[in-house]
């Protein structure tokens, strides 16, 4: 998708983007080490979005990589944002083994 597709102006990508990474981080790398595929990432922080995936730079023992996370469905609206990162928090959760905080 390419940015002038994205349905998410700068100003809402931003503030998904600063929440994730100042209030969810670790949740992040848990998502990139989970549904992401990546168990070995030692960092990740989110980027960017579009209407078809999250992005994510991982720090991995090689290096760097840029990720693609997309979600289950093509997403429109900010409000759909949320559930959807839920969504793959919790089901990277099951991947790794790991139990989910009631507190998402």
């Known amino acids: 998708m390419s940015a002038s597709n994205n349905p998410f102006p700068p100003d809402v990508i931003d503030a998904v ?36 995936a999250g992005i994510y730079r991982l720090t991995l023992p090689e290096g760097e990589k840029t990720i693609r996370i997309p979600w289950e469905r093509p997403l429109t609206q900010r409000a759909e944002v949320r559930p959807e990162v839920v969504r793959i928090y919790t089901e990277s959760c099951a991947i790794l083994g790991l139990e989910p905080p009631t507190s998402h």
């Open 17 to 52: 983007r600063r929440h994730m990474n100042d209030d969810h981080a670790a949740d992040t790398l848990v998502m990139c080490r989970g549904v992401g595929g990546h168990p070995d990432a030692t960092a990740a922080e989110m980027t960017g979005m579009d209407g078809e």
